[in-house]
């Protein structure tokens, strides 16, 4: 194991939450302007643009990266999985990774949409990982729309 890698690493998407914010601005006052002028169809509608950016905003979150798996903590929940249950890779036009496991799949956002101090460490940590596992990604139109399934952690009463 890498030295380097003895604790987990996190990168966050600060990229993410400025387009998120700027989202939410614009169309908020695209909405209001649309009202005050009466236009309350078009009002309305700019609402669906709102919504998507503050999903957008409440499901970044932090990713992080360790030697046995990766995990994306967000408002929406916690999501997990091991770098073992890794059967293929997609590989989204965008940069966008999924990765799939028996029945599992996970979402890590394009690295280059990375933040924080250990977003050098978080990269080379995912490619030595994906060279490990012997898995040549293959590309996909899609995978940049994808979302996690199955991997969500549950979170135990105590």
Request: aromatic share 14%; proline share 4%.
């Amino acid at each position: 194991m890498n030295s380097a890698f003895n604790r987990p690493l996190k990168v966050g998407l600060l990229s993410y939450k400025i387009i998120a914010w700027a989202g939410i601005i614009f169309f908020l006052g695209c909405s209001v302007g649309a009202y005050l002028a009466s236009q309350y169809g078009p009002s309305a509608f700019f609402w669906i643009f709102i919504l998507m950016s503050m999903y957008m905003l409440l499901s970044s979150g932090m990713f992080e990266l360790d030697e046995n798996g990766v995990s994306h903590k967000n408002v929406v929940g916690q999501y997990r999985m091991l770098w073992k249950e890794v059967q293929r890779i997609e590989m989204g036009s965008q940069g966008s990774l999924v990765l799939h496991g028996d029945g599992k799949r996970f979402v890590l956002a394009p690295a280059s949409f990375w933040s924080g101090p250990d977003k050098a460490e978080a990269f080379t940590l995912l490619d030595q990982k994906v060279k490990e596992l012997a898995i040549t990604p293959y590309p996909s139109n899609v995978a940049d729309y994808k979302v996690h399934k199955n991997v969500k952690i549950q979170r135990i009463a105590v």
